[in-house]
Structures are given as structure tokens and as C-alpha cells.
């Protein structure tokens, strides 16, 4: 025989009404979290785009491995454009950033080749419609390639990336180091930039010195401002410039933060790479400039420790 049921103590009571609260805010927590992530996946699903000559390909993906680590995908050799096309393609996996890498067999289309980065995302409609509504314009619709889809799109100050959705998840480990992307903008539209750019990401700006050592853009002995930004994409290092920039600095996409620049250099240099511009204290980092086989630039950093 079932005993008689008793009244609820008031601690009970107390009990239970936080388990209801803590049962109700479950879903609203997990939504407040999808709401500030956006569309954003994370940054190892975010690629530096590089376009190659057929002639240079293995010799670049063969130096970018021996300099950084990792390892590439199949290459494969397709229409990946919205309009009839080919060329090769292949992944770059590395602990400190990935890469897209492309050959094309045929003339690239405009305006591919202007875009820095492919970005992953959540939802492509989704994507597209908060970046219109932060301020970006899409240049290239949402088209089909052989594993989902892509666009591209421009920010206020003309910074081209890609957005891609795959149909099958892709599953990456998670980097050693995060990238920064290297952004040069004007003086006159850096603050629409990064506002727009702010508002998509849902990212925060780290720091914003108006008067770092223009040093790190070739310009020693004088300042600039730089803006980096963090948000579910990555890091962004928005560089503000009068556009008086010595070769090779804006030639580059990315800045990979290694362990030890020095022992970074010595490796990309025995496999092909050319130092561009040594090592230089900007501070908090050390940092260099290599040109890859092929002509792909990059910045190299590490960081000190505080």
C-alpha cells in the first residue's frame, strides 16, 4: 500500500522552484550562446585563400608543411566556380592556420582572386543576411561547388572574403595558434569597416592603439593605428594606413604566431622560403616577413611573454 503523501516542506518548495528555473533557463542559455556566436563556426575553419601556378604548387605546399607543420588534403582538379572553370584544389592543414590553396587550369573569373579568406558558416542565407544588414554588399550570390556552397562579399573599405557552407560538417582539430588576418584599410573608412565588420562577427575589439610602431609596417621610427579584433572566427588585425606602404607589407593575407620565429625562419628557409624583412621587436611580438615559393607572402610572429 502506497504511504500518504505529504505536504511539501518550504525547502522543498525552494528546492523545486530552482530546478524549474534551472530546467527553464537551459534553453534560453543555449540560445543566448547560439545568438552570440552568429554565423561563426570557429578558426580552423577558416582558410587563407591562395592562388598558385600549376608549375609551383608542390613546391609551395611542400614548403608551407616543412615550415609550419601539418599536412595537406587530396588534391583534386574541378569546376569550383559559378561559371564553367578548372582548376586544382587543395587543403593545407597546419597547427597555425589553414589554407585553400587553387591552380586554375583555365582564366581565373572575376572577381575570385580579390577575396583573402573563405570564412565557414552556419547557415548560408543566415550569413548572408546579417552581413548585409552590418554592411556588406554581396558581390558574388550563393552558388553551388562540388561540396556546398559559397559567396563572396565586400566590406566598407573594399575587404573581399569568401562565406562557405558545407553539406557534410567538416570536423578539423582545433589550432595551436590562431592567425590574425591582416587587414589594411584607409584612414577614411577603417571605422565603418571595423563597425560593420564588429556587428557580423558579433567579435570585440581587444585592443586599439593609435599610436603603434609603424615599425611593424616597414615604417620605423613613426606610428599608425592598429586595431585587433577577436570574435568566433578568428583573430583580425585591422592595419589603418595612408597608404604610403613600403613592399612587401600588404602583400600578405596572414600573420601565423608560431613558438619561436627564429627557429621558424630556419626551417622555411631551408625548404625554399625567402625572408623578405628579418625579425623586428614591434613590442609584444617579434615579427618577420617570408615569401613562400610560388609568391605567397606571409607574417610570422611570436609573442613574448608578459
Given amino acids: 500500500m502506497s504511504?500518504?503523501?505529504?505536504?511539501?516542506?518550504?525547502?522543498g518548495r525552494a528546492?523545486?522552484?530552482?530546478?524549474?528555473?534551472?530546467l527553464g533557463a537551459a534553453p534560453a542559455q543555449a540560445k543566448d550562446a547560439a545568438h552570440a556566436a552568429g554565423v561563426a563556426?570557429?578558426?580552423?575553419?577558416d582558410t587563407t585563400h591562395v592562388y598558385i601556378a600549376t608549375a609551383d604548387y608542390d613546391a609551395f605546399v611542400n614548403s608551407i608543411i616543412a615550415t609550419f607543420g601539418g599536412k595537406p588534403s587530396p588534391r583534386i582538379t574541378a569546376n569550383i566556380m559559378p561559371v564553367p572553370s578548372s582548376t586544382q584544389a587543395q587543403y593545407v592543414w597546419t597547427p597555425?592556420?589553414?589554407?585553400?590553396?587553387?591552380?586554375?587550369?583555365?582564366?581565373?573569373?572575376?572577381?575570385f582572386g580579390e577575396e583573402r579568406t573563405g570564412y565557414l558558416v552556419t547557415d548560408m542565407d543566415q550569413a548572408l543576411k546579417a552581413a548585409r544588414a552590418?554592411?556588406?554588399?554581396?558581390?558574388?550570390?550563393?552558388?553551388?561547388?562540388?561540396?556546398?556552397l559559397d559567396s563572396v562579399i565586400q566590406?566598407?573599405?573594399g575587404v573581399k572574403m569568401q562565406l562557405y557552407w558545407h553539406t557534410t560538417a567538416p570536423s578539423y582539430g582545433a589550432l595551436e595558434t590562431v592567425p590574425d588576418n591582416r587587414v589594411y584599410v584607409?584612414?577614411?573608412?577603417?571605422?565603418?569597416?571595423?563597425?560593420?565588420?564588429?556587428?557580423?562577427?558579433?567579435?570585440?575589439?581587444?585592443?586599439?592603439?593609435?599610436?603603434?610602431?609603424?615599425?611593424?609596417?616597414?615604417?620605423?621610427?613613426?606610428?599608425?593605428?592598429?586595431i585587433r579584433i577577436e570574435s568566433g572566427f578568428g583573430k583580425m588585425q585591422v592595419l589603418v594606413t595612408d597608404g604610403h606602404i613600403p613592399y612587401p607589407y600588404g602583400h600578405e593575407l596572414t600573420g601565423n604566431e608560431v613558438k619561436s620565429l627564429g627557429e621558424t625562419l630556419d626551417k622555411a628557409k631551408a625548404a625554399g622560403a625567402t625572408v623578405l624583412v628579418p625579425p623586428y621587436d614591434a613590442g609584444d611580438r617579434d615579427t618577420a616577413m617570408v615569401q613562400f615559393p610560388g609568391g605567397y607572402i606571409a607574417e610570422i610572429h611570436d609573442v613574448k611573454a608578459h
Fill in 134 to 148: 552590418a554592411g556588406a554588399e554581396v558581390i558574388v550570390d550563393t552558388f553551388k561547388d562540388p561540396i556546398g
Fill in 155 to 157: 566590406w566598407p573599405g
Fill in 15 to 22: 528546492m523545486l522552484a530552482a530546478a524549474l528555473l534551472l
Fill in 96 to 111: 597555425v592556420g589553414n589554407l585553400s590553396t587553387f591552380a586554375f587550369q583555365t582564366p581565373i573569373p572575376y572577381p
Fill in 3 to 11: 504511504s500518504p503523501s505529504r505536504p511539501i516542506s518550504f525547502r
Fill in 186 to 226: 584607409s584612414q577614411d573608412r577603417a571605422d565603418a569597416f571595423v563597425h560593420a565588420f564588429l556587428r557580423f562577427s558579433r567579435g570585440k575589439i581587444t585592443s586599439d592603439n593609435r599610436k603603434a610602431d609603424a615599425g611593424e609596417i616597414g615604417r620605423a621610427g613613426e606610428t599608425y593605428r592598429r
Fill in 41 to 45: 563556426v570557429a578558426p580552423q575553419y
